[in-house]
């Protein structure tokens, strides 16, 4: 009998995706585990049962973590109880402001990874979650956008007149951004686009949209090793605000995405500039989950304002297209894992000196074990969990559109 995986239904509230398809079960099985699904996990996925079963699955419920030598989740867990001593747990950990959760996977001797810190690296980009999620949901964002805007998104030339071509703004320019401008652009909309990191000018106008910053000094040097964003001083910040102001006035839909890294989101689009724009008009925050990029947007819902103008805030976007999101972040999970996979006693190898292991190991031996959460873990409260949406595109890989970007899909 081989080490056991183990597949749990996500059971949070808003969370429909699972960790696994039978494309991945089918490959997991021919590595030598043994796999177990819970009962209903694929069912917000839409693949039943039967289907994880026809490739090899045995179909269980939830107790039978307790026999898993390996733990695949979309989630980190929130309820530990059963958990084997020793066992791996690989999922979207959420860790920063999350100190106490992280804490009490090692005291559960939990070894974990947080596959939102996979290195930005050629060899792992099969495995980066952050970019497949975030490129469905840029792709949703603009979807949602037109749902709750009341007219048509490209211009049509009729008998009976012109329909004018929606003006859509995306603010942030990673995989979620680039995707929306993407999806914005084929549904015929006029689209442009802000962000601080020089390189995304040129990806921007590769989609045909037009770019819109300030291109001052501190510009020019607004980006982190490893293409993230970096936050910019209080005068840039104001520079910024006074262009995009002007310019969000005359926009139909405006799509936030800036996320930084370990940090709440940063403000983007003030009660000033929402109140400026035209009745009809909607926003679309994807950052609303770690505080959002504009002001007045609640998790969750969708807050009419007494201009007319719609903020849509909806949680865990990516599971509102759950049937793409599963098959590609099971893709992800899996190409992880076969990296850790002894193949001649065809069981799991932990190599903490692993350049892979090395960054997404949150816990291991009872102990708290990433430099950034080691000191912090013991004192920390936890906080209500969240789901990073945004990723930037890699900086070493140059502008590519989204939708054929290797990996994603």
């Known amino acids: 009998m081989g080490q056991i995986i183990f597949v749990p239904a996500e059971g949070g509230a808003g969370e429909p995706r699972v960790a696994a398809s039978p494309e991945t079960v089918k490959r997991l099985a021919g590595l030598g585990f043994d796999v177990i699904v819970e009962t209903g996990a694929g069912q917000g996925s839409r693949i039943p049962d039967d289907e994880f079963a026809k490739v090899g699955a045995s179909i269980g419920k939830a107790s039978d973590v307790s026999k898993a030598d390996i733990v695949l989740r979309v989630r980190r867990p929130s309820d530990l109880k059963g958990y084997k001593t020793g066992a791996v747990v690989i999922a979207t950990m959420d860790p920063y402001g999350n100190d106490a959760a992280v804490q009490a996977m090692a005291k559960a001797g939990l070894t974990a990874f947080a596959m939102e810190f996979m290195p930005r690296i050629t060899r792992a980009q099969v495995m980066d979650v952050l970019s497949s999620q975030a490129n469905l949901a840029g792709y949703q ?20 007149g012109t329909v004018p071509a929606a ?10 951004g680039l995707q929306a401008i993407a999806t914005a652009r084929r549904m015929g909309a006029v689209v442009t686009a802000t962000d601080v990191r020089p390189a995304a000018k040129e990806q921007v106008a590769s989609l045909g949209a037009k770019f819109l910053a300030v291109e001052d000094e501190e510009f020019k040097a607004a980006e982190t090793a490893g293409g993230y964003a970096k936050e910019m ?47 009809g008009s909607v926003i679309v925050d994807l950052a609303v989950e770690r505080g959002g990029n504009v002001e007045g947007a609640q998790p969750g819902k969708v807050v009419t304002t007494a201009n007319g103008v719609k903020i849509v805030g909806h949680l865990n976007v990516p599971g509102r297209v759950a049937a793409s999101a599963s098959l590609l972040y099971a893709k992800n999970l899996f190409a992880f894992l076969e990296t850790m996979v002894d193949k001649e006693t065809k ?25 950034a ?16 949406v945004e990723a930037p595109e890699p900086k ?9 970007r290797k990996g994603e899909a």
């Open 167 to 176: 003006k859509v703004f995306v603010m942030g320019v990673g995989v979620a």
């Open 347 to 371: 069981t799991i190898r932990i190599n903490p000196e692993d350049e892979l292991q090395k960054a997404t190991m949150l816990t291991n031996g009872g102990a708290v074990v990433h430099p």
């Open 396 to 404: 070493k890989r140059g502008p590519r559109k989204p939708a054929v």
């Open 141 to 160: 964002a603009v979807i949602d956008a037109a749902a709750e805007y009341d007219r048509a998104l490209p211009m049509m030339m009729t008998a009976a």
């Open 233 to 279: 001083s209080k005068e840039y910040q104001a520079k910024q605000a006074a262009l995009t102001a002007e310019h969000i006035a005359k926009q139909d839909i405006v799509i936030t995405t800036a996320l930084i890294p370990g940090r709440p989101a940063p403000k983007l689009v003030s009660a000033a500039m929402v109140a400026s724009m035209k009745p």
């Open 373 to 388: 959460f080691a000191k912090a873990a013991e004192a920390a409260p936890a906080a209500a969990p969240a789901t990073p």
